[in-house]
């Protein structure tokens, strides 16, 4: 990650950005304008349409490197939700939506059995030169694939490292070039896939390592960015001997922080509202797992809740999704993460998108997972639910898919 100092190039929105303690709306532009399908009825819309993003079990990227402050990145599908080809992107220094990404194919190229059309190796279909993948859940998959490194362009790439479908898929990474809208295979086979999917990724951004795996599964896979294009999955076993990745952990969302060198991993167990986790110590170059959660109990609103690292403040922040009019601040008492206590304290979210389920909405799949974001140079957390969301924003018009920032007291 780059430091987070005011860039050089000044942000649209930047006069929007809220107080501590408050939020703000600050679309400059509707979500929805880039539907590539606004009568909602293409074989590809789905029963979430352009919201299989967001409301698809789905977690997002953030794009340091996309522009001077960076972006965020959605896609997502499954279950019937839709099968758009492209990514819908926000950018914080224009603070308006754009979609990434080739044209959906004009037919059903899954055919009949939602698999005949697809390559078998790769789980993937060749279109204008793009090897798309079909709508997926991304649970906490999705990472970012910086500017310079091999394989990828000069804003950098969205990266899938878990394609979750039918049984081709796996650990089969697939890449989009945000600069060309390209999607690629980005490594040369499959790595360990694992039985239990609903899991996620942890970019390693001191080493410039990704690395993923199911859930409670004892392998790890990595991809090292340092390396050229293609690159092939490498392989390790957990550390200790016997450990497993994100033990019990439905929708397990892993949080590195550059400055200890350290990852945290948060998740509830399937049907349980409790907040649980583990340690994971990076310094020896591989994930070792050094302990269970210490923090006194806590509960949620249910699993897929959204976390991040806040430095200026050196906690992380819960956000449990659906409307929920509070954030979860959780403080170490130290860096030694694996050692420290843990402090809960809660701060308000006035105005959260949502405060209500919406008509015909059920909340399944909507949970916030990794679309909760830092954005450090705006010293504030996004937070978008999707374009069905309608609001005032800070030009002074109603637009949907609204993006948020809340700002944590004490930035």
């Known amino acids: 990650m780059p430091p987070a100092v005011p860039p050089s190039v000044p942000s649209a929105i930047a006069a929007h950005v809220p107080s501590p303690g408050q939020s703000a709306n600050i679309s400059l532009n509707d979500l929805s304008a880039f539907n590539p399908c606004p009568t909602n009825n293409c074989w590809y819309s789905g029963s979430t349409k352009q919201a299989a993003g967001w409301r698809n079990w789905t977690g997002a990227a953030f794009a340091p490197g996309y522009s001077p402050h960076g972006a965020l990145i959605f896609y997502g599908g499954g279950h019937g939700g839709g099968n758009d080809s492209g990514l819908y992107l926000f950018d914080f220094t224009t603070g308006k939506w754009s979609r990434v990404g080739p044209p ?21 279909y060749l279109y204008q030169g793009s090897y798309i993948v079909p709508g997926l859940h991304t649970y906490n998959y999705p990472a970012y694939v910086p500017p310079g490194v091999s394989g990828s362009g000069s804003k950098g790439s969205w990266v899938l ?7 081709a898929s796996g650990a089969k990474p697939h890449a989009v070039d945000l600069a060309s809208g390209v999607w690629s295979r980005f490594a040369t086979g499959a790595g360990i896939s694992g039985q239990s999917p609903y899991a996620g990724s942890i970019e390693d951004t001191r080493r410039q390592h990704l690395w993923w795996a199911a859930m409670e599964q004892p392998t790890m896979n990595m991809l090292d960015w340092t390396q050229p294009h293609p690159r092939t999955i490498q392989s390790f076993p957990m550390q200790p001997s016997g450990s497993v990745y994100a033990f019990g952990g439905y929708y ?8 200890t060198d350290m990852a945290v991993g948060f998740w509830c167990q399937y049907g349980q509202t409790a ?34 690292w806040c430095g200026p403040t ?24 694996h050692e420290c206590s843990w402090t809960w304290t809660e701060e308000p ?39 069905g969301y309608k609001a005032l924003c800070a030009d002074g018009m109603v637009h949907d898919g609204v993006m948020q920032l809340w700002r944590p007291l004490g930035t």
Not at 353 to 370: C, I, K, N
């Open 252 to 259: 397990a969302r892993h949080v590195y922080v550059a400055e």
């Open 314 to 337: 050196q906690a992380f922040y819960i956000y449990e999704g659906y409307g929920a009019n509070r954030v979860l601040k959780l403080t170490p008492s130290s860096l030694e993460f």
């Open 104 to 124: 959906t194919p004009p037919d059903n190229y899954l055919g009949a059995d939602e698999m005949s059309g697809l390559d078998q190796q790769f789980y993937d």
């Open 275 to 308: 907040v649980l986790g583990e340690v994971l110590d990076f310094s020896s170059g591989r994930p070792v797992r050094m302990a269970g959660n210490r923090w006194p109990a806590m509960t949620v609103r249910g699993a897929g809740f959204g976390v991040d």
């Open 349 to 387: 979210f006035t105005n959260a998108a949502w405060e209500t389920p919406p008509p015909g909405d059920d909340r399944g799949g909507a949970q916030a997972f990794s679309r909760w974001r830092y954005i450090p140079w705006l010293r504030c957390f996004a937070w978008c639910d999707g374009p």
């Open 161 to 167: 490292p878990q394609l979750i479908g039918g049984p």
